[in-house]
Structures are given as C-alpha cells and as structure tokens.
C-alpha cells in the first residue's frame, strides 16, 4: 500500500469519526468533586491564636495529677475521630498514666479537651520524663 493510499484511509477515518461524534446521540454528564483534605491544630486557647508546639507538665510528686486544656481545630474539609495517644516515653511509661478522649469534631469546629497526666505512687529513681502525644484524625 503507497503512503498516498494510507494517508487518504487515515484522513477518511478521521473525518469518519468527527462527523460520528458530532451526529452520534450521546449524553454529557458533568462532573465535580471534592479532595478530602484533613487538617488538625492543637491551640492554647479558644480564639486558636497560639498554637501548642510543646507541653511543661512542670514539677511532679508522686501520686499527683497535672491536667493541660487544650483547644482542637478541625482545619480540614471533612468531619474527623479525633483519638490522641502517647508515644515515646523516655522511661517506658512505667510509671505513669495519660488520660485523653476521643470525639469526633466537624469541619471548622473547635474542641476544647483536657489532658491529664498521672505520676504513680511507687515511681522511684526518675528525676525527669518526656513523651510524644500524636493528635490523630481519620
């Protein structure tokens, strides 16, 4: 077949098929959507002004609790669980008690939560303590 030959075929075809699609019956359906962006910040106080980069549980004796309010923002575009958990305790948690709730919080809503922390009665031989607390949404 000549290049003559098959550039005539592939015009054909392609006015063929422009002149389908223009006469063809078809139905168009629009579409759109939304990209679920969630987006979680622990602030200070209520006007979510300054937020929580790190807590000082300050001095703590045995057997004593030390509570922290904290404000949490829902900055994303869907509802989220809100559940907040502990990691990383610099003497394994043995000795201590991190008490949090879970809720779950609408978009643009702010939550007040309190955090408690509890030092046990027997906890001997530690001076200091650190410990990550992961605010997580799904």
Request: charged letters at 15%; aromatic letters at 12%; one cysteine or more.
């Amino acid at each position: 077949m000549s290049k003559r030959v098959l550039s005539l075929i592939i015009m054909l075809a392609a006015v063929l098929s422009v002149a389908l699609a223009i006469t063809w019956p078809r139905k168009i359906i629009p579409t759109s959507g939304v990209i679920a962006e969630a987006g979680l910040s622990v602030y200070w106080e209520e006007t979510c002004t300054m937020q929580v980069v790190s807590i000082d549980w300050g001095i703590m004796r045995p057997g004593s609790w030390s509570n922290k309010t904290v404000f949490i923002r829902n900055e994303g575009n869907i509802p989220l669980n809100v559940s907040v958990v502990t990691a990383n305790w610099s003497d394994g948690q043995t000795y201590f008690a991190f008490l949090a709730e879970n809720f779950t919080l609408p978009v643009e809503q702010i939550h007040p939560t309190t955090w408690h922390l509890y030092v046990a009665t027997n906890i001997i031989g530690i001076e200091t303590f650190s410990f990550d607390i992961y605010v997580n949404g799904d």
